[in-house]
Each structure stands twice: as C-alpha cells, then as structure tokens.
C-alpha cells in the first residue's frame, strides 16, 4: 500500500478546503498556485520512480469502498506508464492554471481558486483511478468546476456556450454510466486492469452496445467529429486559464479512456469498428485542420486546431499498431504543452488589447520580441516541426497507421499540410507585416507570463530531442493493449472488412 | 575519430545557440536604450568562427577518409537512440562516407566564406545577432541533413533547414512580402515534404529499417516490393525542396531574403538537398527505373523552362534564381540518366559559381543602394571592377564554357545524357538547357556592367571583408572543374572517390565519346555567348526585343502561369473549402445539435417548475437521476 497516489490526488481538494474554510485567504490564487506545485513534484518523482520495463500498474493503493450488485467497488489508485505520463500532464498544467490567472481574474479569486483545485483533483483522479466507479465519480468532479470557470469568468457569451458544454457532458455521462454499469455487472469486477486483462470477454451483444457507450461519451470529450461543436464554443467564452486546461486536459481524458477502455476491454467490437474511428480520425484532423483554416479568431483558430491534432490522435489509436498508439499517447502530452502554450499566448495578447481577431494585428514581433519567440517555437511544435516535441508523436501515429492503412495515413498527413498553413498564417498575421497604430508599442511579456510560458517552451525541445524515457515508460502497458486488441480480434474473425 | 562527428554538427550548433543569447542581450538592453546593437564583431566573429571551425574539421575528416582503403571509407558515431517505439527504432547515428563528405566539405566552406561576406553586407542591420543566428543554424540543420545516417534524421535536417530557410528569407518582416514569401516557400515544401514521410513510411512498412545501408542492400537486392511508389513518393520531397517543376514557384520569391541568403541557402547548399537525396537513395531510385525517367524528364523540363525563365527576368536576383533552378534541374537529368556522380559533381562546382554569382550580385545590388532592376544598372564594369572581374568568372563558369568549373561538370551530365537510356530526350533538353545557360549568363553580364550607365549616384566597390570570399570563389570556379574532370589525364576525382557509394555502373569516362560531348556542349554553350554578345553588348534591355517576339519568350511566362494557378486556383479553393467546411460546421452540424437542443427544451417546458435557478436543487436533481440509474442498473444485473 503506497500512501503516495491518494495524496497526490487529493492535495489540491484539500488545498481547496482550506481554501473554503478561510475565507478572509489574503491571495488565494497564489496559494492554490502553490498546492498544485505539489502534486507536480510528486508526479516528476513518481516518474522517475516507475519501473520502466513492467506493463504492471503501480504505485497501487486500494481499500474497500462498497459493494455493488455482487461486485467489491474499492477506492482503488494506480499508474501504469499510459497514466503516469497523463497524470504527469496534469500536474504540470495545474499550477499553469493558477498563475495564469493571476493578472487576468481580478473578481472573486477565491471561488476560482476553490473551483481550479477541485478540478485538478478530479483530473488526477480520472488518469490515476484503477476502479471503474472511481474513474466515473473523478470523471464528473472534474467536469462541473469547468462549467463554472466558464460560467462566471467567461466572455459575454459564456451562457449559450455552458449550457452547450453542459448538454453535451451530461448526454455524454449518461451513455458513458450506462455502459459502465454494464462492464461492471456483466464482466463481475470493477478493477480496470483486470477488466482489460481478463480472457473472458462479455457477451457479444453486449459488448458492442457497452463499445458504442463509452466510445460516443469519450467521442463527446475529444472531441470528434461530428460531435465538436460544442468545444470552440467554450473555449472563446472561457478565461485564458480554463481555455488552458480544457485542451491541455480534460480533452486528453476522451482520448484517454478511448485507449483505457475501448481497445482492451472491448477488443471484438474495437476491431469491428476500428474503421470507423479511423475514418473519423482521420476526416476529423483534415477537417478541423480546414476549418482553423477558416477562422479570423485566433482562439477559434487554436480551439480547431485541437480538433484537428486529437482526431490524429484517435486515427493512431485506432490503428492499433504499438508504434501509432505509442505516438497517440505522446501526442496527448505533447498537444497538452503546445496548446496550453497556444492558449496562453493568445491570452497575452488579449490581456494587452482585447482582440483576438488576425486582421488586429501585425508586427507584434517589433516590439515583443519575446513574444515572438515563444509564439513561433509554439506554432512550429504544434505543427509538427522535427526537433520539438509534436513531430515525434506525429511521425510515430503516421508511420503506424500506415502500415495498418495507408490511405487512412495518406489522409491524416494533409492535416500536417494544413498545419502549416493555419497556424504559420496566424503567425504572419500577428507578428509579421506593418504594425496598426491600435496595437503599436505593446509591452513585451511580463515576468510572470514568461515564468508560465519558459517551462513550457523548455518542455516543447526536451521532448522532440529526447523522447526516450517518456516512450520507454509507455512500451509495456502499450504492446499490452495492443497484444490484446489484435488476439482477440484474430481469434474471432471481425464482421466487417478491415482496410487493408 | 568519430567523437569529431558530432561536433561538426555541434560546432554551428553552438554558435547559434552563443549569437542567440548576444540577440537576447541586446532587446533586453533595447527595453531602456531603443539604439542598441550588437557588437557586430564579436557576433561575426563567433559565427564565422563556427563555421570555419566545422570546415577545419570536416576537411581533417575528409583526410581521414582518404586514408581508409576506398572501399571501407565510413566513419560512424552513435548517440544513442532518439526514437523507439513499436516497430519502428531510429537511432541517433551519423555516417560520413565519401558522398556526406564531399557535401559537408561544400556546405561549411561555402558556409564559412558566405559568413565572412555577410559581416559586410549586414553592417549595422538592428537584426545582425539574430541573422547570424539563424545562418548557424542553418549550417547545422545543413550538416545534418547530410551526415544522418538514416531517413528520419535526415528529414530531421531537412526540415530544419525548410526553418531556417523561412526564417531568413522573411528576416526584414517589418515588410509584408518577405514574411509572404517566407510562408510560401515553407508551405510549398511541406506539400513535397508529406510525400516525403509517406515514402519514409513505406519503406518502414516493407523493410523494417531506414536506414541508408539496410535501403541500399535491400534495393539492390530486390527485395523492396513497392521501389517505385517509394522512389516516387520521396521524389516529391525532392521536388519541393530542390524547386522543380511543379513545386518550383517559392523559389523566386524566396529572393526576398538578403543577398548572401540567396546565396548560400538557395542557391549553393539547401536546394540541392534533393539532389544529395537521390544520390543517397541511388540504388533505390536504380530498382525503380519508370521513377528514374520521370526524374530526368522532370528534370530537363525545369531545366528549360526556368532557363527561359532567367532569360526573361528584368531583376537581376530574380535571374539568378530561376538559374538556379534551371541548374538544380540538370542535375536532376544526370541523375535521371543514371549518372549520380555527375549530379553530384555539377552540385559541387555549381556551389560555387552560383554563390559566387549572388555574391557578386549582392555586390552589385550594394553598390546601388538596393537596386536590382536590370534596367537600371549598366556600365557599372568601371566603377565597381573587383566586383565586374568575379561576376565574369561567375558568369564564364556558369555558362558552361572552357576552361572554367561549369564546362567539365555540366559536361558529365551531357555525357551521361547520352550514356543512359532515352538518351534522345534527356540529351536534347540537356543541350537545350545548356544553350539557354550561356545565354542568360551573359546577358546577364552585359545588362549589368556594359553599355550606357542607367543608375542614379555613384555606386561603390564592396569591402574587402565582402570582396575577400568572392575571390576565393572565383578561384574555385575557375580551377574546380578539376573536380569533374582532368581532361589530360583523363581523370574523374568526384566520380572515382563516389564510386563505392553510389549505385548503378558510373558512365565510361574519356575516350573519343566524351571528347564529343564536350566539343558539341563548347559549341552549344559559344553560339549562346555569341548571340548574347550581339543582343545585349551595346543595346541594353534593348536587347530583349528581338527575342520577345519569340514563341519561346511567351513559354518563359508558363513559370508565371504555373504560379498564378496555384495562387488563382489551388490557394484559393483550398480555403474556399475551408471556408465552405466552415459554414457547413455551422449551419448542418452545430445547427442539428441546436435543433437538438430547441426540442429538448420544448419538451421540457411543462417541467419549467424544477428550473429555479438554485444549483443545489441542481445537485440534488443530478444526484438522484444517478441514484435512480444505479438502481435500475442493479436490478437488471441482478435479473
């Protein structure tokens, strides 16, 4: 039993009940800043801790919750190398989070900080949770502090675009409970790695029904076409903070239970809808990629852009090769950093003139050369330049699926065309050219947006140059899932043809 | 030895890192003083510094290898591994074998003179820290590109360089056309570039390997199923980056960058990467022999058509620039034709000349205060005669004329041309092209230095810091023919050192065919200067009148043509798409789910009373449906 994982999980929800029980809190925010650089330093040495070479979990803590329809539910917490990596991203957006929040929320700091630790908690819980009940309680916590990050901080639009998120999480909710309740009675345990590693498989019948119910409720987070509407939407309306952590995390969490509960759990039906999903994967990344291509609204343009790079995502997962799944889940952390960069960038500027739209600016490189740095490593990590951190996990999901089905990796490529276009555009726009009167002579970034923006900047070369020790912690739990997707799915015939 | 590898990609490496920090120092000291600058020496120094250093160190490698019995010349250095996952492992290795070495030793010495050259050229630039930044860079991705050992790093190289090229190219980004022109060459050579990785891919699903020596031994063997769709498919990064036809559009406006840019990236090291790709790959390409047609017919197409392009040109970097291609595109013939050393050996000679030519050009455009339109230059031979004496030798070489680098290397394409199969296609573009070359070229001379002076103030001779690297050039153009070929003892040094690295049957050298070749090329290459001779000497642009009434004028603007298509057509109908998809999102997609919405909320209309606003009520309503769901989950369980 290793005290290590709950503590980590549950130091920011503390943190916020403090928080709630001081309510005269001199600065709030700062202090939340502070708890969440705890379960930082926790996560880095758990990473380095963790044993490279197993596919086991570990790090296990587990105790007895209830009991539920014959089924021992346990509050049970564990990493293997798919989640250390996750709960890494976490805790390194989390203090991201709150000092990014620091200039910009001037109102009730002490409810964002309150609400900010409880989503952390629940975000830890989801990737750290190796319970199925657990997973789903995490799920929710981390999902309604959101609503109110937007609700009460966002733009003028903030409640049309709630209610959206709201609408789409519940439905999604619902699905993912329902067919979480299914896995849980019908495969008679609640233990997620037992669940994926057990040979007795669920009916049939039930398990494409269960398959469709997570898949669409991950779907709905991702998000993936065509259920994407709604993220655009909350990203305009909410702060720069929660822009951060909605693409840097909460995304990650669809992409993340499509890997931890579809492929192993579900193997017969993954394979039988791998088509699918490859097909929405791959026309979700050229399609968002065309429309961030369309947008005049830097925010709108990022918030497609992440549509496009997690429908690339999904693609690699669904190829179910070891070299494309590993370069999935490196993805989800290097899109976590480079978005999160994104996000913060453009609140910098929106924070200087509050405008975000691409025809405002021009020049901006004249008098923030820093900026201007940090906005062009940004844009040429996330569109995949070799030697930053998005091409390995680009190149790694493109080679896989192409061996799986190259046309499907011939399609996903042009999403890395566009990239180049979109984003090297709104390079242009902003920091290239003749500068407008209206935004001549703006500051360049502070000491404390510099402090948030360098470790990421940092990160964006440390993992393109040196992928190593994230991809070797990632080998085992991968080759894992995907032994079993393909076993499975070898021993019984798919019903519908695979491309080939 | 091999720890030195590293170092030479190291070495620029570090410097660029060092010039970065100066550029960073320097805004910060701008914050409170807005006049700050670098010092201009020490940047200069430390990156020329770099680059000399790489070069040192790349020719005490190239010693080495000379020493190492021919068939054995390999130096390797292992990192470590960069990338492994699945199935798929790519180490972090370098290779120098004769082919890398002939490349490095070109890139860090026309690199380190280019250095020089540009300490004068960017005097007091408020961007001088971070220019040479960038060029440091530039060598390093450079050096990479060459040295890796496996497909991936050098895509890793290449990519880098596609950066720095975009960085430089939009160095004065106050403007808008230079960061446009910088978007469109980097935009463009993506597009070749994803068939690049497609092909990289290919070859990693069949072979299970990428690097240089697995591909060689597979291909020669046949055991590469799909050779064509993969020498075809990393043909099309070629194509990008080497600016053929079709993807030759970013590099005119890439001339939007400062002179020695145009230099050293597009025109001596970075464009002919494509050019080192194939080679590398040769026996690749030599199993794939439909793919190696396409490669030469490409090649000479682009060889003509921007030759003709150059002939049309009224600026004088933008000439350049389409000589360049032009050039790029014979080599490409060569190595269509199976003659890989002879693609190499033209590359090596036309670093070179062609950075010779820009230098001078830079020179020219120094002079005058900025000015590259050839109408207004003229005359300019007694005022600026250092620089008039370099572009000659530049201008000589180039056009392909005895006894200077340009006639023997162009004239082992024209050879191999011959040698190889379809060789009355391949040759006739091949002499075609040469024609055009030796016409343009001295256009080129004549519009610029002689006849009536058309410029406004008195232009200047260059710096001795500028003029310094163009007579080392000089006298590499007039002696580097040596390279390709000694005539009187009939030997081939680029050919016989390349020979175990490349693939195929080298072409039979000397004898009375190759004097043949090179009495038809001399004739070819004397008739163009003549003509120039008699259009341009004393007319100026006056010249071009005879010639604009040609057909052959009209087919110099399908260049113009092409771009306009993409502009016009491709450009726009992606994004034209783009915005379709976008109004699609909104109307059909986020429409439905609104629908969606309206519905639900109608429906739910009767149930308003439960709506009161309060959150707990919320709370409690969410929890209960959960409660209920649990339920009825557990008694179907249990049923």
Same mark, same amino acid.
């Given at each position: 039993?290793?005290?290590?994982?709950?503590?980590?999980?549950?130091?920011?929800?503390?943190?916020?009940?403090?928080?709630?029980?001081?309510?005269?809190?001199?600065?709030?925010?700062?202090?939340?800043?502070?708890?969440?650089?705890?379960?930082?330093?926790?996560?880095?040495?758990?990473?380095?801790?963790?044993?490279?070479?197993?596919?086991?979990?570990?790090?296990?803590?587990?105790?007895?919750?209830?009991?539920?329809?014959?089924?021992?539910?346990?509050?049970?917490?564990?990493?293997?190398?798919?989640?250390?990596?996750?709960?890494?991203?976490?805790?390194?957006?989390?203090?991201?989070?709150?000092?990014?929040?620091?200039?910009?929320?001037?109102?009730?700091?002490?409810?964002?900080?309150?609400?900010?630790?409880?989503?952390?908690?629940?975000?830890?819980?989801?990737?750290?949770?190796?319970?199925?009940?657990?997973?789903?309680?995490?799920?929710?916590?981390?999902?309604?502090?959101?609503?109110?990050?937007?609700?009460?901080?966002?733009?003028?639009?903030?409640?049309?675009?709630?209610?959206?998120?709201?609408?789409?999480?519940?439905?999604?909710?619902?699905?993912?409970?329902?067919?979480?309740?299914?896995?849980?009675?019908?495969?008679?345990?609640?233990?997620?790695?037992?669940?994926?590693?057990?040979?007795?498989?669920?009916?049939?019948?039930?398990?494409?029904?269960?398959?469709?119910?997570?898949?669409?409720?991950?779907?709905?987070?991702?998000?993936?076409?065509?259920?994407?509407?709604?993220?655009?939407?909350?990203?305009?309306?909410?702060?720069?903070?929660?822009?951060?952590?909605?693409?840097?995390?909460?995304?990650?969490?669809?992409?993340?239970?499509?890997?931890?509960?579809?492929?192993?759990?579900?193997?017969?039906?993954?394979?039988?809808?791998?088509?699918?999903?490859?097909?929405?994967?791959?026309?979700?990344?050229?399609?968002?990629?065309?429309?961030?291509?369309?947008?005049?609204?830097?925010?709108?343009?990022?918030?497609?852009?992440?549509?496009?790079?997690?429908?690339?995502?999904?693609?690699?997962?669904?190829?179910?090769?070891?070299?494309?799944?590993?370069?999935?889940?490196?993805?989800?952390?290097?899109?976590?950093?480079?978005?999160?960069?994104?996000?913060?960038?453009?609140?910098?500027?929106?924070?200087?003139?509050?405008?975000?739209?691409?025809?405002?600016?021009?020049? &901006?490189?004249?008098?923030?050369?820093?900026? #201007?740095? +940090? $906005? =062009?490593? !940004?844009?040429?990590?996330?569109? @995949? *330049? %070799?030697?930053?951190?998005?091409?390995?996990?680009?190149?790694?999901?493109?080679?896989?699926?192409?061996?799986?089905?190259?046309?499907?990796?011939?399609?996903?490529?042009?999403?890395?065309?566009?990239?180049? &276009?979109?984003?090297?555009?709104?390079?242009? #726009?902003? +920091? $290239? =050219?003749? !500068?407008?009167?209206?935004?001549? @002579? *703006? %500051?360049?970034?502070?000491?404390?947006?510099?402090?948030?923006?360098?470790?990421?900047?940092?990160?964006?070369?440390?993992?393109?140059?040196?992928?190593?020790?994230?991809?070797?912690?990632?080998?085992?739990? &991968?080759?894992?899932?995907?032994?079993?997707?393909?076993?499975?799915?070898?021993?019984?015939?798919?019903?519908?043809?695979?491309?080939? | 030895?091999?720890?030195?590898?590293?170092?030479?990609?190291?070495?620029?490496?570090?410097?660029?890192?060092?010039?970065?920090?100066?550029?960073?120092?320097?805004?910060?000291?701008?914050?409170?003083?807005?006049?700050?600058?670098?010092?201009?020496?020490?940047?200069?120094?430390?990156?020329?510094?770099?680059?000399?250093?790489?070069?040192?160190?790349?020719?005490?490698?190239?010693?080495?290898?000379?020493?190492?019995?021919?068939?054995?010349?390999?130096?390797?250095?292992?990192?470590?591994?960069?990338?492994?996952?699945?199935?798929?492992?790519?180490?972090?290795?370098?290779?120098?074998?004769?082919?890398?070495?002939?490349?490095?030793?070109?890139?860090?010495?026309?690199?380190?003179?280019?250095?020089?050259?540009?300490?004068?050229?960017?005097?007091?630039?408020?961007?001088?820290?971070?220019?040479?930044?960038?060029?440091?860079?530039?060598?390093?991705?450079?050096?990479?590109?060459?040295?890796?050992?496996?497909?991936?790093?050098?895509?890793?190289?290449?990519?880098?360089?596609?950066?720095?090229?975009?960085?430089?190219?939009?160095?004065?980004?106050?403007?808008?056309?230079?960061?446009?022109?910088?978007?469109?060459?980097?935009?463009?050579?993506?597009?070749?570039?994803?068939?690049?990785?497609?092909?990289?891919?290919?070859?990693?699903?069949?072979?299970?390997?990428?690097?240089?020596?697995?591909?060689?031994?597979?291909?020669?063997?046949?055991?590469?199923?799909?050779?064509?769709?993969?020498?075809?498919?990393?043909?099309?990064?070629?194509?990008?980056?080497?600016?053929?036809?079709?993807?030759?559009?970013?590099?005119?406006?890439?001339?939007?960058?400062?002179?020695?840019?145009?230099?050293?990236?597009?025109?001596?090291?970075?464009?002919?990467?494509?050019?080192?790709?194939?080679?590398?790959?040769?026996?690749?390409?030599?199993?794939?022999?439909?793919?190696?047609?396409?490669?030469?017919?490409?090649?000479?197409?682009?060889?003509?058509?921007?030759?003709?392009?150059?002939?049309?040109?009224?600026?004088?970097?933008?000439?350049?620039?389409?000589?360049?291609?032009?050039?790029?595109?014979?080599?490409?013939?060569?190595?269509?034709?199976?003659?890989?050393?002879?693609?190499?050996?033209?590359?090596?000679?036309?670093?070179?000349?062609?950075?010779?030519?820009?230098?001078?050009?830079?020179?020219?455009?120094?002079?005058?205060?900025?000015?590259?339109?050839?109408?207004?230059?003229?005359?300019?031979?007694?005022?600026?005669?250092?620089?008039?004496?370099?572009?000659?030798?530049?201008?000589?070489?180039?056009?392909?004329?005895?006894?200077?680098?340009?006639?023997?290397?162009?004239?082992?394409?024209?050879?191999?041309?011959?040698?190889?199969?379809?060789?009355?296609?391949?040759?006739?573009?091949?002499?075609?092209?040469?024609?055009?070359?030796?016409?343009?070229?001295?256009?080129?001379?004549?519009?610029?230095?002689?006849?009536?002076?058309?410029?406004?103030?008195?232009?200047?001779?260059?710096?001795?810091?500028?003029?310094?690297?163009?007579?080392?050039?000089?006298?590499?153009?007039?002696?580097?023919?040596?390279?390709?070929?000694?005539?009187?003892?009939?030997?081939?040094?680029?050919?016989?050192?390349?020979?175990?690295?490349?693939?195929?049957?080298?072409?039979?050298?000397?004898?009375?065919?190759?004097?043949?070749?090179?009495?038809?090329?001399?004739?070819?290459?004397?008739?163009?200067?003549?003509?120039?001779?008699?259009?341009?000497?004393?007319?100026?642009?006056?010249?071009?009148?005879?010639?604009?009434?040609?057909?052959?004028?009209?087919?110099?603007?399908?260049?113009?043509?092409?771009?306009?298509?993409?502009?016009?057509?491709?450009?726009?109908?992606?994004?034209?798409?783009?915005?379709?998809?976008?109004?699609?999102?909104?109307?059909?997609?986020?429409?439905?789910?609104?629908?969606?919405?309206?519905?639900?909320?109608?429906?739910?209309?009767?149930?308003?009373?439960?709506?009161?606003?309060?959150?707990?009520?919320?709370?409690?309503?969410?929890?209960?449906?959960?409660?209920?769901?649990?339920?009825?989950?557990?008694?179907?369980?249990?049923?």
């Amino acid at each position: 039993m290793d005290p290590i994982l709950p503590l980590l999980v549950l130091l920011p929800a503390a943190g916020a009940g403090i928080l709630a029980l001081a309510p005269r809190a001199r600065d709030p925010l700062r202090f939340a800043g502070i708890v969440s650089l705890l379960p930082l330093g926790l996560a880095l040495g758990l990473f380095f801790a963790f044993e490279g070479r197993s596919a086991e979990p570990q790090f296990g803590f587990s105790v007895p919750w209830f009991r539920m329809g014959g089924v021992d539910v346990r509050f049970a917490l564990a990493l293997d190398g798919i989640s250390l990596l996750l709960v890494g991203l976490t805790a390194l957006l989390g203090p991201v989070f709150f000092f990014a929040a620091l200039g910009p929320v001037a109102e009730r700091r002490r409810e964002f900080a309150i609400w900010g630790l409880l989503m952390e908690t629940g975000m830890l819980g989801v990737f750290a949770a190796a319970d199925l009940v657990l997973f789903y309680v995490a799920w929710e916590i981390s999902l309604i502090p959101l609503y109110f990050v937007i609700g009460i901080w966002g733009g003028p639009g903030r409640g049309r675009a709630t209610t959206k998120f709201v609408l789409y999480t519940v439905a999604g909710s619902l699905l993912l409970l329902l067919a979480l309740l299914a896995v849980l009675l019908e495969g008679r345990s609640s233990d997620l790695f037992e669940l994926a590693r057990t040979p007795r498989l669920l009916p049939a019948s039930i398990e494409t029904l269960a398959f469709l119910g997570f898949a669409l409720g991950f779907a709905v987070k991702v998000p993936l076409l065509p259920f994407h509407t709604w993220l655009p939407e909350a990203h305009v309306e909410a702060p720069t903070s929660g822009s951060v952590v909605l693409a840097g995390v909460l995304l990650k969490m669809g992409t993340y239970g499509l890997l931890r509960f579809c492929l192993p759990i579900f193997p017969r039906a993954s394979a039988d809808l791998a088509p699918l999903l490859l097909a929405l994967g791959a026309g979700g990344a050229v399609y968002g990629a065309l429309l961030a291509w369309a947008q005049r609204d830097l925010k709108k343009l990022v918030a497609y852009s992440s549509i496009s790079h997690l429908g690339l995502v999904a693609m690699g997962l669904f190829a179910r090769e070891p070299s494309a799944v590993s370069g999935a889940v490196l993805q989800m952390v290097n899109h976590g950093i480079s978005t999160g960069a994104l996000f913060l960038l453009v609140g910098v500027l929106y924070d200087r003139t509050h405008r975000r739209g691409l025809g405002d600016f021009g020049g &901006v490189a004249r008098s923030m050369p820093l900026f #201007a740095f +940090l $906005f =062009g490593l !940004t844009a040429f990590a996330s569109i @995949g *330049l %070799p030697g930053l951190n998005g091409f390995v996990g680009e190149f790694l999901i493109l080679s896989g699926t192409f061996s799986a089905a190259p046309v499907v990796a011939a399609v996903g490529a042009t999403s890395v065309v566009l990239s180049a &276009v979109y984003l090297l555009g709104a390079v242009r #726009a902003v +920091l $290239f =050219g003749p !500068t407008p009167d209206s935004v001549a @002579g *703006l %500051p360049d970034c502070t000491r404390r947006e510099t402090a948030t923006l360098l470790p990421l900047a940092g990160l964006m070369v440390l993992l393109g140059v040196c992928p190593g020790p994230l991809l070797d912690r990632i080998r085992p739990s &991968v080759e894992r899932i995907v032994a079993r997707a393909r076993a499975v799915a070898q021993a019984e015939p798919p019903r519908l043809e695979r491309p080939r | 030895m091999s720890a030195l590898l590293p170092l030479l990609v190291g070495l620029p490496l570090a410097g660029a890192i060092a010039c970065a920090a100066l550029h960073a120092r320097v805004l910060s000291r701008r914050r409170t003083d807005p006049e700050a600058r670098p010092g201009e020496i020490l940047v200069g120094a430390i990156a020329t510094g770099a680059a000399s250093a790489a070069f040192v160190l790349a020719l005490a490698l190239f010693v080495r290898l000379l020493g190492l019995p021919a068939a054995d010349r390999r130096i390797g250095a292992s990192l470590g591994t960069w990338i492994d996952a699945g199935t798929l492992r790519v180490p972090a290795s370098l290779l120098l074998d004769p082919l890398s070495s002939i490349l490095a030793l070109v890139v860090t010495g026309v690199g380190a003179l280019i250095h020089l050259y540009s300490i004068g050229y960017m005097r007091g630039d408020p961007g001088f820290a971070r220019y040479f930044a960038c060029l440091n860079l530039f060598l390093a991705s450079m050096l990479l590109l060459v040295l890796g050992a496996n497909l991936p790093l050098t895509f890793v190289g290449w990519e880098g360089v596609g950066l720095c090229s975009y960085l430089l190219i939009g160095f004065w980004y106050g403007k808008g056309w230079p960061a446009d022109a910088g978007l469109k060459a980097f935009v463009v050579n993506r597009v070749g570039d994803a068939g690049f990785l497609l092909g990289i891919f290919l070859l990693q699903k069949e072979l299970g390997a990428l690097d240089y020596a697995s591909i060689g031994a597979a291909a020669s063997t046949g055991k590469i199923p799909s050779a064509t769709w993969a020498a075809a498919l990393l043909f099309c990064g070629a194509v990008g980056k080497s600016a053929q036809i079709p993807l030759q559009v970013w590099l005119p406006d890439a001339m939007a960058g400062p002179t020695p840019v145009s230099a050293l990236i597009h025109a001596a090291t970075m464009v002919t990467a494509g050019v080192y790709l194939l080679a590398r790959l040769s026996a690749l390409f030599l199993a794939a022999p439909g793919v190696l047609l396409v490669v030469g017919i490409v090649g000479g197409a682009t060889a003509v058509l921007a030759g003709l392009g150059a002939l049309a040109s009224r600026d004088l970097k933008r000439a350049l620039a389409c000589s360049t291609v032009s050039q790029l595109g014979l080599m490409f013939l060569g190595e269509g034709a199976g003659a890989f050393d002879a693609g190499i050996a033209h590359l090596t000679t036309h670093a070179f000349f062609k950075a010779l030519l820009f230098l001078a050009a830079g020179s020219v455009i120094h002079a005058l205060g900025g000015e590259q339109d050839l109408a207004k230059m003229g005359g300019l031979r007694a005022r600026i005669p250092a620089t008039f004496l370099c572009f000659c030798a530049g201008a000589w070489a180039l056009s392909g004329l005895p006894p200077l680098a340009g006639f023997f290397s162009k004239d082992e394409i024209l050879g191999g041309a011959l040698h190889g199969g379809h060789a009355a296609i391949l040759a006739s573009l091949g002499f075609a092209a040469s024609f055009l070359t030796a016409l343009y070229s001295f256009r080129l001379v004549y519009l610029v230095f002689s006849g009536r002076e058309n410029f406004a103030g008195s232009p200047h001779e260059s710096p001795g810091v500028m003029l310094a690297p163009m007579r080392v050039l000089a006298a590499l153009s007039l002696l580097g023919g040596a390279l390709a070929w000694i005539p009187i003892a009939d030997a081939r040094p680029i050919a016989a050192f390349l020979a175990p690295v490349l693939g195929g049957e080298a072409a039979p050298g000397g004898g009375a065919e190759h004097v043949l070749v090179a009495a038809l090329s001399f004739a070819v290459a004397s008739v163009g200067f003549l003509l120039a001779r008699r259009l341009w000497r004393d007319r100026g642009l006056a010249g071009d009148e005879g010639l604009a009434r040609t057909a052959l004028w009209r087919l110099a603007a399908a260049g113009g043509v092409l771009d306009a298509f993409y502009r016009g057509a491709v450009a726009r109908g992606a994004r034209l798409l783009a915005i379709a998809c976008g109004v699609f999102d909104l109307f059909v997609i986020d429409g439905a789910v609104n629908g969606v919405g309206r519905a639900a909320s109608a429906a739910g209309a009767s149930l308003r009373a439960l709506q009161n606003g309060k959150i707990q009520s919320y709370g409690i309503g969410i929890a209960a449906a959960a409660g209920a769901l649990l339920l009825a989950g557990l008694l179907l369980g249990r049923g």
